[in-house]
């Protein structure tokens, strides 16, 4: 696998007129940063780096060198000054492979690549670019996704009034097929793109698919975003956030445990927080565990709501707890029912299925594809479905008194602790973690 790294001029940072010290020297608890990084790729599988720097950037091109001592191969291209990004990977086409990571100097990120690469390979985009949810939408440029995960439109900011997508914002990695970007237009002949060649890319009609990211990715280019990452790597939360290590999820059911329960939300505006609910999430994200929320929406059986109206309610709930600074990592739903009687059903989602509460389906997805240790993890819920589906997966479960309350009757269970809401629910975890 070869990468493209943008770093000094090239990553869009002006002549640093002599001065040495640049985002990608940064001493990060005793290794520069972009050291640190090659051997993350190394790592990973990247044999092969080009760097692309300006006419100031000798100090980077030093650093990295021949890229032996990362373990790979590394060359360096310059680039005139005043060459932004997108034309720098241009005019470098001709040392590039027929696929390539791309990636900013002044960042550090942990994933796995392979993943990446396979998912890039199996939908068959002209790039995939990397996304998360962001606790930051107004400060992030974000990405909308179709249902099947390819993107629609990027949405930098500053944001339109009212608009309602996801959060999920856009991350500076990306994987890039080479032959699309040489059947690009000149950059110069499209200004509508911004000179960013994956708006290029899209304004060209070109399939762009969004690859979400629960790993470490760290952007460090102002002082206090290299404070963050010098404390996450002392404390070990790069490792722990990356795929190779196995972390805990706080599982959570959505509807009378993180949004108000009525009968079938069908549409955006019935769906109202808890209180407290954004800022319990929030301390979540603080912490190591993963959020997840899993939850049946047999309204989509029922034929009262589609799979587009449903991104819509939780593009909401994104955006309410995006207002409280958080955002869950992953969210997983159930369309089915298991009665084919239904008046108005849909007859591809009414059959017994293995995602539909208490069976399992829902959150083996997430243990296998954020590799969670379920002996670790939690469910909170308010029905007796979720404290079964904990116990019959190993998980502690509690129970809170909103919503259902446990009143549901659908299972004969006991749950492990039974407290108020979800915000006592995540303090108690929080505590015992400690
Ligand atoms: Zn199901």
């Known amino acids: 696998m070869q990468a493209v790294i943008l770093a000094g001029e090239s990553g869009g940072r002006p002549a640093s007129g002599g001065d040495p010290i640049r985002p990608e020297r940064v001493d990060i608890c005793g290794e520069p940063l972009l050291g640190r990084q090659l051997r993350l790729l190394a790592r990973g599988g ?30 360096a291209l310059r680039h005139p000054a ?28 942990d994933l796995d690549l392979r993943a990446m690469w396979a998912a890039h390979r199996r939908a068959a985009p002209a790039a995939t670019v990397v996304v998360r949810p962001t606790d930051q939408p107004q400060t992030s ?22 608009l309602e997508i996801a959060n999920l914002a856009r991350q500076r990695l990306c994987l890039v097929e080479k032959s699309a970007l040489a059947a690009l237009p000149s950059l110069q002949a499209t200004p509508v793109a911004g000179g960013d060649f994956l708006h290029a890319l899209l304004a060209s009609g070109a399939r762009l698919l969004g690859y979400r990211s629960a790993e470490y990715i760290q952007d460090a280019a102002t002082p ?6 010098r404390r996450d790597v002392a404390n070990g939360r790069v490792e722990r956030m990356s795929r190779r290590t196995p972390s805990a999820a706080v599982f959570m059911d959505r509807d009378g445990v993180l949004n108000v329960e009525r009968s079938y939300i069908s549409a955006p505006e019935q769906l109202v927080l808890i209180p407290g609910a954004g800022e319990a999430v929030r301390r979540l994200n603080a912490s190591d565990y993963r959020s997840v929320v899993v939850t049946n929406q047999s309204v989509l059986a029922r034929g009262e709501c589609d799979e587009e109206g449903l991104a819509r309610i939780h593009a909401r709930l994104d955006r309410l707890l995006g207002r409280r600074g958080a955002f ?8 089915h029912h298991p009665d084919p009687g239904l008046p108005g059903g849909r007859s591809d989602l009414t059959l017994a299925c293995d995602c539909r509460k208490p069976a399992p389906g829902l959150v083996l997805r997430a243990r296998d594809e954020l590799n969670l240790d379920l002996a670790r993890s939690w469910m909170i819920g308010d029905s007796t479905s979720d404290i079964a589906l904990a116990q019959r997966l190993g998980m502690t479960s509690i129970l809170v008194r909103t919503g259902h309350a446990g009143a549901d009757g659908k299972c004969r269970v006991q ?20």
């Open 46 to 75: 990247v044999a092969h780096v080009v760097l692309l720097a300006g006419p100031g950037d000798d100090h980077i091109v030093d650093l990295v060198g021949d890229g032996a001592r990362w373990g790979l191969h590394a060359v």
């Open 82 to 109: 005043g060459q932004g990004a997108t034309d720098a990977l241009i005019a470098s086409l001709d040392a590039l492979e027929a696929r390539f990571f791309v990636f900013f100097g002044d960042m550090l990120f």
């Open 141 to 162: 440029e974000l990405v909308e996704l179709d249902l099947d995960g390819q993107v629609r439109a990027f949405h930098p900011r500053p944001h339109s009034q009212g």
């Open 224 to 229: 206090e975003q290299v404070r963050t990452l």
């Open 328 to 335: 869950v990592d992953r969210l997983y739903y159930c369309p």
């Open 415 to 434: 749950p492990d602790f039974i407290l108020d809401d979800l915000a006592e629910a995540v303090n108690f975890i929080l505590r015992n973690a400690s």
